[in-house]
């Protein structure tokens, strides 16, 4: 049974920390670890044994949406550190065939399997469809560029990951299937989004609490996969 979100601020007060400028260590790194420490959900995430705070994102989607069965076959679009293959395998079940790629290498989450690989790589589709080894009942994608500061170019960037997230969904998705994909303030281009309401009976936009305020990230989620 999946774990329901929680208020992060319950419970005992969170204790705020004061980063200390270090020798080599610039003002910006120390505003993001003292944003790292004092973050209610990266406590939360901690407390509970999630490896991020993206976790929690996951699990109010979920909640939601009614995104993962038990059995089902899940593939995670830049899976580290693995807080979101955490998820899919609590929920899914022992019997799930749960597949995570990321350039990143992680440790290996219990009841899945990752790959080291770029998913812009050539290879990477037949190797995840091979793993898979049939359909697929969800398609996840937490995948980000590094950003710019320029916020039209890193819109144009992670919308061409979010695409090929995409694309690779239509192929692998059985019909019923949902696909979820990180997306930055802008919302999901008008030509791929007309295109998601043609494949699936359900498309909308979310904003997970567990995302930071401050944050432009939001998802597209698409539910009811029509079918090929």
């Not at 679009?77 to 979101?84: D, M, N, S, V, Y």
């Not at 560029?145 to 170019?153: I, R």
Request: charged letters at 25%; aromatic letters at 6%.
């Amino acid at each position: 049974m999946a774990k329901k979100p929680r208020n992060a601020k319950s419970g005992s007060r969170m204790v705020s920390t004061h980063v200390k400028t270090a020798r080599g260590r610039t003002t910006s790194s120390v505003r993001w670890l003292q944003r790292q420490l004092n973050d209610p959900y990266v406590q939360k995430a901690q407390k509970e044994g999630y490896r991020s705070r993206a976790a929690f994102k996951l699990l109010e989607l979920h909640e939601r949406f009614h995104l993962i069965k038990p059995g089902d076959a899940v593939v995670d679009l830049g899976c580290a550190p693995g807080g979101w293959l955490q998820v899919a395998a609590e929920i899914a079940g022992g019997k799930a065939n749960i597949i995570g790629i990321d350039l990143k290498e992680i440790e290996q989450v219990a009841g899945t399997h990752s790959f080291v690989l770029d998913f812009n790589d050539d290879a990477a589709p037949e190797i995840l469809k091979q793993a898979l080894g049939g359909k697929a009942n969800l398609v996840m994608s937490d995948m980000a560029a590094n950003a710019t500061g320029h916020a039209a170019t890193d819109h144009i960037r992670i919308m061409s990951l979010c695409e090929l997230a995409y694309d690779f969904a239509r192929e692998v998705l059985a019909p019923g299937g949902h696909f979820i994909c990180k997306v930055l303030k802008g919302g999901t281009e008008g030509a791929m989004l007309a295109s998601m309401k043609r494949d699936f009976d359900t498309v909308k936009h979310a904003k997970p609490k567990a995302s930071r305020d401050d944050s432009a990230e939001s998802y597209v989620v698409a539910l009811g996969f029509r079918g090929t």
